[in-house]
């Protein structure tokens, strides 16, 4: 959730992470939910997540490729020097959401999505939007730079188990990013969840 970090102390995060792992880092960014508990708890406003995110990415983009960066936004300001060690190819900046405000972020500013707590229709219907908004943009997301995370259990979905984590999702997920928790999910025989 990037409008709780600091986006220079997390472009160097990555930077080492790149270096330390050969290049396999591999970031998805979010703005969290406005309903989120850490807003309060911090004192933050959510109002301006999806914006200061914006401006983060940017900087965090810049701050791993440019030897000087200069940036001044509306919520950061920086003048000084990019991040070392310089990571030895472009590290990807996925991002994650399922509003309409992410799908637009991600054709702007992003390398590929991940549909969380996600329906595939839904899923569908966002990745047609992104390609879309991105062409209009002149951009390429690649086309296996698209991504879902569908939970999955083989066996009943009377399982206990399964009732709770349901319940849980449901109590998480925004109204408006949800159709149906059960679109989210795979369960029932090994055949069904392959075929889902």
């Given at each position: 959730?990037?409008?709780?970090?600091?986006p220079?102390v997390?472009?160097k995060?990555?930077?080492t992470i790149?270096f330390?792992?050969?290049?396999?880092?591999?970031?998805?960014?979010?703005?969290g939910?406005?309903?989120?508990k850490?807003?309060?708890?911090?004192?933050a406003?959510?109002k301006?997540?999806?914006?200061?995110?914006?401006?983060?990415?940017e900087?965090?983009?810049l701050?791993?490729?440019?030897?000087?960066?200069?940036?001044?936004?509306d919520?950061y300001?920086?003048?000084?020097?990019?991040?070392?060690?310089r990571?030895?190819?472009?590290?990807p900046?996925?991002i994650?959401g399922?509003?309409?405000?992410?799908?637009?972020?991600?054709?702007?500013?992003?390398?590929?999505?991940?549909?969380?707590?996600?329906?595939?229709?839904?899923?569908?219907?966002?990745?047609?939007?992104?390609?879309?908004?991105s062409?209009?943009?002149?951009?390429v997301?690649e086309?296996?730079?698209?991504?879902?995370?569908l939970?999955m259990h083989?066996?009943?979905?009377?399982d206990?188990?399964?009732?709770q984590a349901?319940?849980?999702m449901?109590?998480?997920?925004p109204?408006?990013t949800?159709?149906?928790?059960?679109?989210?999910?795979a369960?029932g025989?090994?055949?069904?969840?392959?075929?889902?």
């Amino acid at each position: 959730v990037l409008p709780f970090r600091d986006p220079v102390v997390f472009a160097k995060e990555l930077a080492t992470i790149a270096f330390l792992g050969a290049g396999r880092v591999f970031p998805v960014i979010g703005i969290g939910n406005a309903s989120d508990k850490f807003w309060q708890a911090s004192g933050a406003s959510p109002k301006t997540r999806g914006r200061k995110s914006d401006e983060a990415i940017e900087l965090i983009r810049l701050l791993l490729k440019e030897d000087t960066v200069s940036f001044a936004g509306d919520h950061y300001r920086y003048e000084g020097p990019g991040v070392q060690p310089r990571p030895a190819k472009p590290v990807p900046l996925w991002i994650g959401g399922n509003s309409d405000a992410a799908f637009a972020r991600t054709a702007r500013l992003g390398d590929g999505w991940l549909g969380s707590m996600i329906g595939p229709q839904r899923a569908g219907e966002a990745r047609r939007s992104i390609e879309a908004q991105s062409q209009a943009l002149g951009r390429v997301i690649e086309p296996d730079h698209y991504c879902m995370t569908l939970m999955m259990h083989i066996g009943s979905e009377d399982d206990p188990a399964v009732q709770q984590a349901i319940g849980r999702m449901a109590a998480r997920m925004p109204p408006e990013t949800c159709h149906s928790v059960t679109d989210m999910l795979a369960i029932g025989p090994a055949e069904k969840v392959i075929a889902t």
